[in-house]
T-cell receptor, first 114, second 116 residues
Framework: GAVVSQHPSRVICKSGTSVKIECRSL??????MFWYRQFPKQSLMLMAT?????????EQGVEKDKFLINHASLTLSTLTVTSAHPEDSSFYIC??????????FGSGTRLTVV | GESVGLHLPTLSVQEGDNSIINCAYS??????FIWYKQESGKGPQFIID?????DKRQGQRVTVLLNKTVKHLSLQIAATQPGDSAVYFC???????????????FGQGTTLQVKP
């Protein structure tokens, strides 16, 4: 079946620094990937839709300059949290696929900003 | 619509009993729905899906019911086991049809606790 690999699984960074999270589709090509954020004991909130070769589409209230998304190939999307602050600490999850073949999720990245 | 930041409700059941988890979705144009199971610290795991031209779909020990009139989904788990303990989310696909890669919006979620 379809596999989505997300890296790193955990990261701790200092306030003010930037962190990059990678999302790879291992056995299929993904023209579209999705990035979610999940706070403890809450649901997944869609942040943005990542489109291969074009700009990402951000959900309302998500700062595009803070959460930079790059989808340069059909198998890789990256999310960079710029100038991270403690309130950015969260569980970030990517997804790839669609209705035809199903949505597959990565294992998530636990970001802690200290 | 988007899921709001509410804390998850909890359903507690005895091992061996059947579980029913409910979900209300928001967009009447959504026509593809998925149930996911999420264990602590992991990404969501697919359980079962259903398209809007159906009102019931069965899998192994799980059944999903769809009521489009009231925009309601339910997940039934038969003979619930301790390994079923997790958080369960429904998700609705928006923009289905034109591209087959519409965005997936998650519902509130329910924590299922199975007592041995």
């Amino acid at each position: 079946g379809a596999v989505v690999s997300q890296h790193p699984s955990r990261v701790i960074c200092k306030s003010g620094t930037s962190v990059k999270i990678e999302c790879r589709s291992l056995d299929f090509q993904a023209t579209t990937m999705f990035w979610y954020r999940q706070f403890p004991k809450q649901s997944l909130m869609l942040m943005a839709t990542s489109n291969e070769g074009s700009k990402a589409t951000y959900e309302q209230g998500v700062e595009k300059d803070k959460f930079l998304i790059n989808h340069a190939s059909l198998t890789l999307s990256t999310l960079t949290v710029t100038s991270a602050h403690p309130e950015d600490s969260s569980f970030y999850i990517c997804s790839a696929g669609g209705v035809r073949y199903g949505y597959t999720f990565g294992s998530g990245t636990r970001l802690t900003v200290v | 619509g988007e899921s709001v930041g509410l804390h998850l409700p909890t359903l507690s059941v005895q091992e061996g009993d059947n579980s029913i988890i409910n979900c209300a979705y928001s967009n009447s144009a959504s026509d593809y729905f998925i149930w996911y199971k999420q264990e602590s610290g992991k990404g969501p795991q697919f359980i079962i899906d259903i398209r809007s031209n159906m009102d019931k779909r069965q899998g192994q020990r799980v059944t999903v019911l769809l009521n489009k009139t009231v925009k309601h989904l339910s997940l039934q788990i038969a003979a619930t086991q301790p390994g079923d303990s997790a958080v369960y989310f429904c998700a609705e696909n928006i923009d289905y049809g034109s591209s087959n890669t519409g965005k997936l919006i998650f519902g509130q979620g329910t924590t299922l606790q199975v007592k041995p």
